[in-house]
Each structure stands twice: as C-alpha cells, then as structure tokens.
C-alpha cells in the first residue's frame, strides 16, 4: 500500500471524525431521542440496564432507564426532539429517563424527579404525543408548558406553573377516589403526596415570588427567565381565550381531561389583574433574584437585554425596576382563600412533624454512636487484643512470605539481626525489610472497598473508595473502624465529610469519633477512628459504582500504622450489605504514614 493511499484513508477518517462529533445533536433530533445538551459542576450518569456510572458530558445520548444524578453546584440541561422539551436539572437532583418512544401513533417522553428541582419547557404537542413528568407520588401531564418541579428532601412535592397548564394527578393505592388537580400560570402547588388535604385546591395558591427564588439555585432561575418569549406567547393566547369568553358574557372556566382549575375570574377587572400578574412574573423573578444575591446584575442585564429583543410588545419586556409585584389574591375565589391560608398553616405543620422525626432520626443515629463507642471503651481489652492479633498476623504472614524467598545464609542473618533488635542491640533502620499485604484483588465483581491516601501539609486525606455497591448492593449506611498509632489523629469533627454527591446533605447525615487508651495491659497507647453515616427521611439506597463515599483528613504527628479492622454497611431495610473483620475477607492492607 503506497504512503499517499494510506495518508488518505487517514484524511477521511479524521473527516469522519469530525463529522460525526459535530453532527450528533442532528442525529439525536432525527431519531427522537434525548441526549445532554449542558453540562455544569459534577454530573453523572448511571447507564440503564447496568450498574456503570459514567460522567455526562455535553451531547451525550440518553437512552430509556438512564439516571442523570448532579453534584452539589452542578446543572445538567436535557434536551429531547420529539415531544420537543427543554429540561434544566438543579443541584443535588436524581433524574430517570422514564420513558422515550417514538411510534406512528405519537412519540411519549417522560422524565422522573426522585429528588432535588428541574425547570421543564415542553413545546406544544402534536396528536398522540405525550411529555409526562413524574416524582413519588404524583405524575405531571402538560402539553405546551413551563413549569418548575421539585422534590424536597422531606417529600414535599412543589409544581409551579409560568405558562400552559399542568395536570397533576395525586392518585395513590391507598387514597379514595381521585386526587387530581390543574394548575394553571402564576399558580403553585404545594403538598405532601402521604398527607393529602381533604380539599386538594386548597394547595393552591399563588406564586411567592421571593420564596420561589430563594428556593431555587441560579441554574434554575437563569432557565426561568431565558424562557420568558415562550412563556409569553403561551399567556398572550391564554388570556385572549379567557377575553373570549368574557365577551359572550361567559365565566371562564379553565378544564382539561375533566380536571377543572380554580382560578376565578367573572369580570374584566379580575381578568385585567390576572393578567398582570402573569406580564409581571419574570420581571418579578429577575428583580428578586439580583436582590437576594442569587444572579450578578451585570449579567443578567445582558440576558435580558437579548430577551428583549426578541419581545414585539414593549409592555411585556422584562424589567429589573419599575416591577409592580404578584398580586397574590389575582384569579383567587375570595370566598376560598380561608380554606388556602388554613391548608398553608396545615402543611406547615405536617412539614415541621417530619422535620423534628428527621432530628430525632440523626440524634438517635448519634446517640447509638456514642453508645457503640461506650461499650468499646467498655470492651477495650477485648477489642484491643483482638485488634493487635490482626495486626500480628498481618505482620506474621507477611514475614512468612519474605523468609520463604530467602537463602539459608540470608535466612541466618535475618534471624540473627531480628534477635539483636529485639535485645536492643540493633539500630531500628537496620531492621529487615518485610513487604507490605496484598492488596485484596479488585477484579470482583462483588462489593469492596479500597483506602487512597493523598499527602497533605499537616498529614493526609484519606478517601473511602466503594466499588460495586449497586443493585440489590446499593447502601443507606455505613460504618468504619480504624485503630493506629498515638501520632495519628483524625481531624474534621463535627464538619460533614460525606461526598454530596451520593449523599444529599439534606437527607444524610456523619459522624467522626476517636477513642485513645492502651491496649489490654500493654503500655502502648493506641486511638481508635470510628466514622459512620446514614441516611434518613424520604431517601432512597444510594448506587455506588465506583467513587469516593467519605473523606477523612488526618494529622499525623510521628511514624505508625494505620488499620482498618471492621466495615459494617446496610441497605434501607437493614440488610447486610457488607461486614468485614478480617484481612482475609477484602479488608484493605494497613498504611504506613511517617511525619
């Protein structure tokens, strides 16, 4: 083969290449398929039908089954071609490609929110076609919409709408009859899907701004208002078909699937302050959200003024003073705003109920901690001398193995040298050599765990490595043993050392606690590091393929070893996940650390 015929096949496949890097939101769009269009901060995805996790990066396909998890200050922006929709994931979010089909009769696309908040665009929807957002306990249906989900850490379901309607359909196994309802533009749902309200549009009520963008991160308020054209078409025709039936004399009445709005509205002066309200919204937002220091005003000036451009009526441009605020009785039935102030006070309540649970969740997790190092200290002897035997035999075998490697006259000296610095004869740098254990082997598929130890300036930072911790293996708490030497002390207590993104921290929790004291009727001073986290409330067992589910920082103050001797991690219901207690069962090999 001739040089210049193979630096051609080279040019086309570079060509190739490139034409298929710069090609794949095209070749997403003409398959109906869903795939990544933004990526920021710590983004994973967990592939279906496996349990590898892989990092999302920019137009990367989505497939049905996949999970979208984002990291503490992270977004991920998820676009699909058919239904056409925009979804903006917020920080701390666990979302599931429920759904993704394209067929002859409609293409269905539906996204499920275990957790954190997600701001969803979602075009107008041609016959057949189906843009479906679920969360547990609810299930979204909209056509044409922008509107914002979120799932709190306690369960608490919030759905506000900016334009279109959304359908919410609260129907569960256990409630009676149907617990549907339709929200319409400026209106915000507010309930606990396991506490519903005998009147579920008493949950109803309209939208608190300031509330609303203190809730929300930048991510999520920066995709509110770059929908502001959309949202702004949708309403004009909204309220044009509201004027419509006021000019036949006839009370709106805002429907859809038999599910009918409580919005009220019989005169053109209650359509007129309706209306307000929904030309106000993203002005609203965008003054609130540079007053609370969530968005730079320089920035968001220039979004706007980009949005602007593209609004015809000068009256519906979006301003950042001059803001007449939410009118928070507009399109409200005077006559139930009772029943929703005394829903709001109800809810309130029920959120307060499980917030003091959650407390006394992570004080009685604490206080079997402390209980557990109690009766360690109580046990020490016990504990002690079971813990030096492992480091015995740890050091025994690992002798076996180097002697066994010697000649008869290296075995000779080795023998005599050991004698000599057990009398004192012989200085400690002369010792003999004695390899370090094995590290267990990590081509397993099973569950294990591995220790990294990364330098610092006053020490090192040890990371708790998972591998495998997936499926039926996924875990809702963990707890670790470590002993070392006196010039080893753990640092970090009372700070959250878990990885935020695997555990959320509004629903997890840690723990760091030392014990020091001799070992049996030794002399020697040994500490013992134990760490333990948990999650609690509405959380669900966390899938650790392979990442780092702690850190602990360490400050080391001489020469010594440090040992980790029992592992005990469990799943939501209390199952064994794993316990290890010996080196021989996956334990990793104890860590040499010198000043």
């Known amino acids: 083969m001739s040089r210049t015929f193979c630096r051609l096949i080279l040019l086309f496949s570079f060509v190739a290449l490139l034409t298929c890097s710069f090609n794949i939101k095209i070749v997403a769009a003409e398959k109906g398929a869903a795939y990544i269009d933004e990526v920021s901060g710590e983004v994973t995805v967990k592939l279906a039908g496996g349990i590898k996790t892989v990092a999302a990066f920019a137009n990367m396909p989505l ?49 499920k929110l275990w957790t954190g908040s997600m701001w969803n665009s979602v075009n107008a929807l041609s016959a057949g076609d189906e843009a479906v957002v679920e969360t547990p306990g609810a299930r979204l249906n909209v056509r044409g919409t922008n509107f914002l989900v979120r799932v709190q850490a306690d369960g608490t379901l919030s759905v506000f709408a900016a334009s279109g309607l959304v359908e919410a359909d609260l129907t569960t196994k256990s409630s009676s009859g149907d617990a549907s309802i339709l929200v319409a533009p400026t209106q915000q ?74 919005i009220y509205i019989r005169s053109q002066q209650e359509l007129q ?127 076996k193995r180097y002697t066994a490697q010697l000649s008869p006259e290296e075995l000779a000296v080795y023998k005599k040298n050991k004698q000599e610095l057990a009398a004192g004869h012989l200085d400690p740098a002369a010792k003999p050599a004695v390899p370090a254990s094995v590290t267990p082997d990590s081509s397993s598929d099973d569950p294990g ?15 708790i490595h998972l591998k495998q911790f997936t499926g039926s293996s996924a875990l809702y708490a963990a707890e670790f043993h470590f002993i070392s030497d006196n010039s080893l002390v753990a640092g970090g207590s009372g700070a959250r050392l878990l990885n935020n993104s695997y555990f959320p921290p509004a629903n997890s929790t840690d723990v760091l606690k030392t014990i020091t004291g001799t070992m049996g009727n030794a002399p020697v001073v040994k500490t013992e590091t134990i760490y333990a986290a948990t999650q609690f409330g509405a959380a669900s067992d966390v899938a650790i393929s392979d990442g780092v589910l702690a850190t602990i920082p360490f400050k080391v103050t001489g020469s010594g070893t440090l040992k980790l001797f029992y592992v005990k991690i469990v799943d939501s219901t209390g199952k064994v996940i794993l316990e290890l207690t010996d080196a021989a069962a996956g334990l990793p090999p104890v860590i040499v650390y010198s000043k």
């Open 273 to 399: 302050a309706y209306a307000a309200n929904l030309n106000n919204f993203i002005s609203n937002v965008a003054y609130e959200a540079v007053r609370a220091s969530k968005l730079d005003s320089a920035e968001l000036t220039r979004l706007i003024t980009e949005i602007n451009r593209q609004i015809a009526d000068s009256s519906q441009t979006v301003r950042l003073s001059g803001v007449d605020p939410i009118n928070p009785l507009a399109g409200v039935n005077p006559t139930s705003a009772p029943g929703k102030e005394q829903e709001r006070i109800r809810l309130e309540a029920v959120r307060k109920e499980i917030e003091q649970k959650q407390q006394l969740l992570q004080n009685d997790f604490k206080a079997n901690v402390s209980l557990t190092l109690q009766q360690l200290t109580d046990l020490r002897n016990e504990l002690a001398a079971a813990n030096q035997s492992i480091l015995e035999k740890l050091q025994e075998d690992a002798e």
């Open 189 to 262: 749902l507010n309930v606990f899907p396991a506490n519903l309200p005998r009147e579920l549009h008493n949950a109803l009520t309209i939208v608190d701004v300031e509330e609303l963008v203190k809730q929300s991160n930048p991510f999520i308020l920066k995709a509110i208002i770059a929908s502001t054209s959309a949202i702004i078409t949708e309403n004009n025709a909204f309220i044009q078909s509201l004027q419509k039936d006021l000019n036949t004399n006839t009370q709106p009445v805002i429907e859809r699937g038999g599910v009918e709005s409580d």
């Open 449 to 463: 765990i591995t220790l990294v130890q990364t330098k610092t300036e006053t020490g090192f930072n040890l990371s």
């Open 63 to 111: 497939s049905q089954g996949d999970q979208i998890l984002t990291g503490h200050n992270a977004s991920a922006i998820v676009r699909v071609a058919k239904p056409e929709s925009v979804n903006t994931i917020g920080p701390d979010s666990r979302v599931s490609i429920a759904k993704l089909a394209r067929k002859t009769a409609g293409s269905k696309f539906s996204l």
